[in-house]
T-cell receptor, first 117, second 112 residues
Framework: GAVVSQHPSWVICKSGTSVKIECRSL??????MFWYRQFPKQSLMLMAT?????????EQGVEKDKFLINHASLTLSTLTVTSAHPEDSSFYIC?????????????FGPGTRLTVL | KQEVTQIPAALSVPEGENLVLNCSFT??????LQWFRQDPGKGLTSLLL?????REQTSGRLNASLDKSSGRSTLYIAASQPGDSATYLC???????????FGKGTKLTVNP
């Protein structure tokens, strides 16, 4: 199998606080993990790509100091939304790829709904 | 830059009907294409992955085709059921990278 989990599944926080979202590959080692954001009625937009032990690569327009990504092991990546504001409210989804499968086949987590009040 | 378009944006059909969802992409230099299903408020479930060397892939009542030269893919759903109601997304790689570019999806409603 190729199961990816996310925690928490939803979170509500006050403006100005920081929120950490975890993404875990449960039954495989993920060579690369990806973080996406999805606004209502919009498609998924890639925010950043992370490889274990190295700095994440951010997409154009994504603030790396606001969205901190840590990929400390082959099974865990975290996304921290720092000083969250209402406009950061969104559905955050991670995915992971493993070397032994087809290049670019990504396995997706269930998502985290962030609401910033 | 890769762009993905899905038509129609929404589709409502009676139960039992066969249907086709369309996906087009601007850069045909892809090595695969994936179709996903997304239920409201949920993550993505991978349905089918077609390699660039393949013309189609089948899984149960689903059949996906790929025409790289014309930049098109279709997802055929046979004998639709209410449980098929969801948003269907297609995605292709950006250039030769691992980055996926998604379409906006087709929201399918199958009425009992």
């Amino acid at each position: 199998g190729a199961v990816v989990s996310q925690h928490p599944s939803w979170v509500i926080c006050k403006s100005g606080t920081s929120v950490k979202i975890e993404c875990r590959s449960l039954d495989f080692q993920a060579t690369t993990m990806f973080w996406y954001r999805q606004f209502p009625k919009q498609s998924l937009m890639l925010m950043a790509t992370s490889n274990e032990g190295s700095k994440a690569t951010y997409e154009q327009g994504v603030e790396k100091d606001k969205f901190l990504i840590n990929h400390a092991s082959l099974t865990l990546s975290t996304l921290t939304v720092t000083s969250a504001h209402p406009e950061d409210s969104s559905f955050y989804i991670c995915s992971a790829s493993k070397r032994e499968t087809s290049p670019n086949e990504q396995f997706f987590g269930p998502g985290t709904r962030l609401t910033v009040l | 830059k890769q762009e993905v378009t899905q038509i129609p944006a929404a589709l409502s059909v009676p139960e039992g009907e066969n249907l086709v969802l369309n996906c087009s992409f601007t850069d045909s230099a892809i090595y695969n294409l994936q179709w996903f299903r997304q239920d409201p408020g949920k993550g993505l479930t991978s349905l089918l992955l077609i390699q660039s060397s393949q013309r189609e892939q089948t899984s149960g009542r689903l059949n996906a085709s790929l025409d790289k030269s014309s930049g098109r893919s279709t997802l055929y759903i046979a004998a639709s059921q209410p449980g098929d109601s969801a948003t269907y997304l297609c995605a292709v790689p950006q250039g030769g990278s691992e980055k996926l570019v998604f379409g906006k999806g087709t929201k399918l409603t199958v009425n009992p």
